[in-house]
């Protein structure tokens, strides 16, 4: 149940403070939510093809992210969609002629394929079918080889399953190329476009992979691992080799953490391309056009490179000169020669670059941001602890600017998934909390992804046990290493955060002196008993680390907050989205009922056109104006009052 919280913008008049202990004559400039959680003014660039374009994303004249395209070099920016909710992910079609992106109907995550003329900027929806999710094949919308065409899965023939199509981009016709047998929840395409690889959850929660030689061979088990790896959560064949006769495949098979290998497909020959002991890879680079193996990604303690191929070496060296921060390379031109690097830091916005990739020169394109730069921000450290079985949990710190960071109000700010982490970098979230006077703790408990299997299965059956006794131990450490006031602290969180918030205030009322909600499962019954179908394959993983709801519903019951509402005593603030497909509204209405049932006042916020994560401009405006009032009045934090397009009093439920 991970989730991005996506945000929105608003004009800010003057600015008071609630003022509680702490001293905000000391604090930097109060940093306008406008500015934190308004939308970008650009983001996430993409070169196209040919390397003459550039896409990205920019509010038009209504606020609404869109995509707009422009010649490299020249100044003849322009807005070629026109959606009325905003949306993130798109991708340039081969042609070079059309982007293709996928939205879908106010957060009910049935997202279709779309696809846009850059020039007459008409567009059309290519699997139009109401009530179907469209998914990307192999996490690519076209080949480079076959401009025509795309792969994509379309839950038609069975809500519950994916089967996979061949879309013509020109006709608009949609063939079935691959039926689902009823188990698989992944695909992938070698590099001629054909469908070999079938990755499925069996029912004991473990994964088996199958291959086929070609569209019409029949398949076979490739890997078949059992449910103790980080297969679901991380394991994937990732890539095909340039001749197609090995795959990369990351695998915790005969290691804790998930490692690189390079299988032969016919002999079954395997070497290890890159480990971690302790981490697992995060990614792989390969060219765009040649198709070899570049580069692997690993997610540590913040983001590393490790460099396979010593062609790209130099290209590392050079790009790490250009700014700090963690890199990612967003894009490349087919023949490798333009490229789009974004920079993350923690303490201000994304930097994009465009880089050349013979001269080795670069230049700077834009900050998603760029307001940031006006003010003083606070730097994420990584931090780690022992848990009380002796366990070593890691996380992030990020303290407020300006102020001795001793005795503060702690936001104990909650990860989704919760197969999951949190990472460092730049969050608007923590940046707005640290602004307003607060120390922000992260923690990556155990059941958090990345970290690898041991870290991962030390969370099986430990939801509101285990995994919520390490949050209850961070908020210790921070107490004791002099940061946090135990009077002041406030559980914060969505999806699975939302659930720990509502642990946290159900099952130890004593630690938390408040509690903020967002789409948090409230009883674990019925959230399986409501998960869309196409989770069908996913039953099996809850099975195995929350718990069966068939066969152990009294377990699953001792887990859910909804029957301790009796215990909740502290102030709570909630907020639903009316569509959400993953956590039902229900969930939030069945424990705010039990709430008032029992006396107690809970602030409870439904907002009728989102789903899981809110994307409204709008409604994030309200949302974070909400809990911001919530926040200063409980834990005594800095506060900017709402403005008139911020009140929320008609979600007010």
Same mark, same amino acid.
């Given at each position: 149940m991970a989730v991005n919280r996506h945000c929105a913008s608003i004009g800010v008049g003057v600015f008071w403070f609630v003022i509680a202990s702490v001293a905000p004559a000391q604090l930097p400039s109060l940093i306008p939510r406008q500015v934190l959680f308004g939308n970008?003014?650009?983001?996430?660039?993409?070169?196209?093809? $040919?390397?003459?374009?550039?896409? *990205?994303? =920019?509010?038009? &004249?209504?606020?609404?992210?869109?995509?707009?395209?422009?010649?490299?070099?020249?100044?003849?920016?322009?807005?070629?969609?026109?959606?009325?909710?905003?949306?993130?992910?798109?991708?340039?079609?081969?042609?070079?002629?059309?982007?293709?992106?996928?939205?879908?109907?106010?957060? $009910?995550?049935?997202?279709?394929? *779309?696809? =846009?003329?850059? &020039?007459?900027?008409?567009?059309?929806?290519?699997t139009p079918y109401a009530g179907i999710q469209a998914k990307a094949v192999a996490q690519h919308f076209g080949d480079p080889d076959f401009p025509d065409q795309i792969l994509v899965a379309l839950n038609l023939r069975d809500r519950r399953w994916h089967d996979v199509y061949r879309v013509d981009l020109h006709s608009g016709a949609v063939e079935l190329d691959t039926e689902n047998p009823g188990d698989v929840w992944s695909w992938g395409a070698d590099n001629r476009f054909v469908v070999r690889v079938a990755q499925a959850r069996l029912p004991d929660g473990g994964t088996e992979i199958r291959l086929r030689d070609n569209r019409t061979s029949p398949w076979r088990t490739f890997q078949k691992w059992g449910p103790d790896e980080t297969s679901v959560e991380t394991g994937a064949v990732v890539g095909f080799s340039p001749d197609n006769e090995h795959v990369w495949l990351i695998s915790s098979v005969n290691a804790n953490a998930a490692r690189l290998l390079d299988v032969e497909m016919k002999s079954g020959k395997t070497n290890v391309i890159a480990e971690d002991k302790q981490f697992d890879v995060a990614g792989v680079l390969t060219h765009p056009r040649k198709r070899n193996l570049e580069a692997v990604q690993f997610q540590r303690a913040r983001t590393e490179w490790l460099a396979i191929d010593d062609s790209v070496k130099s290209d590392f060296g050079a790009i790490k000169r250009i700014h700090d921060g963690d890199i990612n390379i967003e894009s490349r031109s087919l023949d490798n020669k333009t490229w789009v690097i974004s920079y993350i830091v923690s303490d201000g916005p994304y930097y994009y670059y465009l880089y050349d990739q013979q001269s080795k020169k670069s230049s700077l394109l834009f900050t998603h941001r760029p307001k940031l730069e006006q003010f003083r921000l606070s730097k994420m450290e990584p931090i780690s602890f022992k848990a009380r079985d002796g366990m070593r949990i890691y996380g992030y710190l990020t303290l407020p600017v300006g102020i001795v960071p001793k005795n503060l109000p702690l936001i104990l700010d909650v990860h989704g998934g919760p197969?999951?982490?949190?990472?460092?970098?730049?969050?608007?979230?923590?940046?707005w909390l640290v602004n307003r006077g607060y120390a922000v703790l992260q923690i990556n408990y155990r059941g958090s992804t990345g970290y690898g299997k041991d870290y991962l299965n030390a969370g099986n059956r430990e939801w509101a046990s285990k995994m919520h006794t390490d949050l209850l131990d961070g908020r210790s450490w921070a107490i004791k290493q002099g940061y946090a006031d135990p009077k002041r602290i406030c559980i914060f969180g969505a999806s699975y955060g939302g659930y720990a918030t509502l642990v946290g205030v159900a099952f130890t009322p004593d630690e938390f002196t408040s509690g903020v909600d967002l789409f948090g499962p409230s009883n674990l019954l019925t959230l399986m008993q409501s998960i869309p179908p196409y989770w069908a394959s996913l039953r099996s993983t809850f099975n195995r680390r929350m718990g069966n709801a068939d066969t152990e519903p009294d377990f699953l019951r001792a887990k859910s907050p909804l029957f301790k509402a009796d215990q909740i005593k502290v102030p709570l603030l909630i907020a639903q989205g009316a569509n959400d497909a993953r956590v039902k509204q229900a969930e939030s209405d069945q424990i705010v009922a039990a709430i008032r049932r029992n006396g107690k006042e809970v602030l409870y916020l439904v907002f009728p056109d989102e789903g899981h994560g809110f994307v409204r401009p709008s409604n994030n405006l309200k949302f974070?104006?909400?809990?911001?009032?919530?926040?200063?009045?409980?834990?005594?934090?800095?506060?900017?009052?709402?403005?008139?397009?911020?009140?929320?009093?008609?979600?007010?439920?």
């Open positions: 970008a003014e650009r983001l996430s660039p993409s070169v196209s093809p $040919d390397g003459k374009m550039l896409a *990205y994303l =920019t509010p038009d &004249k209504n606020g609404v992210l869109n995509v707009w395209v422009r010649t490299l070099g020249q100044t003849d920016d322009r807005v070629i969609t026109s959606e009325k909710r905003d949306f993130f992910t798109y991708e340039w079609q081969q042609d070079n002629e059309h982007i293709l992106y996928t939205q879908d109907s106010d957060g $009910d995550e049935n997202f279709h394929v *779309y696809q =846009t003329d850059i &020039k007459g900027a008409n567009t059309r929806d290519l197969w999951d982490r949190d990472v460092w970098g730049w969050n608007r979230e923590v940046q974070y104006a909400a809990a911001e009032t919530f926040l200063a009045k409980y834990l005594g934090g800095r506060s900017e009052p709402p403005s008139v397009d911020e009140n929320s009093d008609d979600l007010r439920h």
